[in-house]
């Protein structure tokens, strides 16, 4: 039996993150099978994390913001944004019922 993995939901944190990341390495253009090289990952890994799949560790994440040449700044910014977008859509509005006129 093969363990399916299961599609992330639209906005989810680490697809919003994968995209993220999807558009910064493009803009460098850089192929996921580069910055794997550089990371010391396949580039399923890389595939993966920008298809929100999964998250990159915490080295991999550093490393790849020095890769991409993001500032600490537009980083930091980026990830509350994304964490702000998720948690307002799938916490605070999670189970409300939409009101009927």
Request: no cysteine; hydrophobic share 30%; net charge positive.
């Given at each position: 039996?093969?363990?399916?993995?299961?599609?992330?939901?639209?906005?989810?944190?680490f697809l919003?993150?994968?995209?993220?990341?999807?558009?910064?390495?493009t803009e460098?253009?850089?192929?996921?099978?580069?910055v794997?090289?550089?990371?010391?990952?396949?580039?399923?890994?890389?595939?993966n994390?920008e298809?929100g799949?999964?998250?990159?560790?915490m080295?991999?994440?550093?490393k790849?913001v020095?890769i991409?040449?993001?500032s600490?700044?537009e980083f930091?910014?980026?990830m509350?944004?994304?964490?702000?977008?998720?948690?307002k859509?799938?916490?605070?509005?999670?189970?409300?019922?939409?009101?009927t006129?």
């Open positions: 039996m093969t363990k399916q993995i299961s599609k992330p939901e639209t906005g989810s944190y919003e993150l994968g995209m993220y990341l999807r558009k910064k390495r460098r253009d850089l192929t996921q099978v580069e794997a090289k550089q990371l010391g990952y396949s580039s399923q890994f890389i595939a994390w298809r799949v999964s998250s990159p560790p080295p991999a994440l550093k790849i020095e991409y040449k993001i600490e700044k930091l910014s980026e509350l944004q994304i964490q702000e977008s998720y948690y859509r799938f916490i605070f509005n999670k189970g409300k019922k939409k009101k006129v």
